[in-house]
């Protein structure tokens, strides 16, 4: 996770699919062809948002397509990272995808500075809990967390892992590397603070090529760099040849899927709790697997098939 925990969190993205994330991060669908009858479910603007890399993109689609069909005007925008949405919370966004570890240490950190002791843990009603405080101060109300959870991770090619009998992330304790991962990293302790301090790994630098973007798999791939970052939900990476390193001293927070929706908004119109709950009920982990692997992997576009899971899910 993409900022934010999940990074730009937070919390599985790749390039790959780049043409599509654009087209729909400045797109607006419309609500249906009403002519010949009264618009009766028209509740006016939804302003939407997120970040482009693949799975929250997919989520995003997922929410415009529920909420379109239950009548709101909705407009989408995607954008390169947390903090931009996040700053417009309530002025100029209604709802967006997020994850509860993410959402709550970057309102965290932000309300209470960098060296804030951090809210999130691994249980997950213990972090709704701590975070309650910086949510309502932010305006933000999270729905109904999924089970689905994506985490941070870091990977490295098997080649790497094979050579070194590496297979967890204690394993490179006392090695010097160079990591890809989001301009965020290094004062994280889901990220690089993390690794250094807990796992005792050697820095030897970050380059700030991205979360699970297409140039942080080329690095490590070419071996720029030994360690990469992207999702535990990045279903794209056996098929590249990397394998992703077990967090054995959990230094990651619990990352929940959830809609993050501003709280003025939610209480002029409750119903969107009603119409994105059925999506976060059913919502797996190895459901995000799967369509993240189809989005990221084989090129799908993230519209039709978060189309197709809503629909097979009998939720459109």
């Known amino acids: 996770m993409a900022t934010s925990l999940m990074g730009a969190s937070a919390c599985a993205g ?157 394993d490179l304790e006392g090695e010097t590397v160079t990591l890809a991962a989001h301009p965020d990293c290094a004062e994280r302790l889901d990220c690089g603070k993390g690794l250094e301090e807990v796992y005792g790994i050697k820095l030897k630098e970050i380059l700030p090529l991205g979360f699970a973007s297409a140039q942080t798999f080329k690095s490590v791939k070419d071996d720029e760099s030994q360690l990469g970052l992207t999702s535990t939900t990045d279903g794209s990476l056996e098929a590249r040849g990397m394998l992703l390193l077990k967090d054995d001293k959990a230094v990651q927070p619990v990352q929940n899927l959830v809609p993050a929706v501003s709280t003025k908004f939610l209480k002029a119109h409750p119903d969107v709790a009603d119409v994105l709950d059925p999506l976060m009920a059913i919502l797996t982990t190895d459901d995000l697997v799967e369509l993240n692997g189809r989005v990221t992997g084989e090129r799908q576009k993230a519209s039709d098939v978060a189309r197709d899971y809503l629909e097979e899910n009998d939720l459109l």
Do not use: C, W
């Open 14 to 170: 790749d390039d790959l699919a780049e043409d599509d994330k654009n087209d729909e991060s400045s797109s607006s669908t419309p609500s249906g062809d009403t002519s010949g009858s009264p618009d009766t479910s028209a509740k006016g603007e939804l302003r939407l948002s997120g970040q482009q890399f693949d799975e929250a993109a997919l989520m995003a689609s997922m929410y415009e397509l529920l909420l379109d069909d239950a009548g709101y005007d909705v407009e989408t925008k995607l954008v390169t990272s947390r903090d931009i949405y996040m700053n417009e919370f309530a002025d100029g966004v209604d709802v967006a995808p997020e994850y509860v570890g993410g959402t709550i240490e970057f309102l965290n950190t932000t309300q209470n500075g960098v060296d804030a002791k951090p809210l999130s843990t691994g249980d997950l009603d213990e972090t709704l809990a701590a975070g309650a405080k910086v949510l309502k101060k932010k305006g933000i109300t999270l729905l109904d967390p999924a089970e689905a959870a994506d985490t941070n991770a870091f990977f490295v090619t098997q080649e790497f892992a094979d050579e070194h009998s590496v297979s967890k992330l204690s």
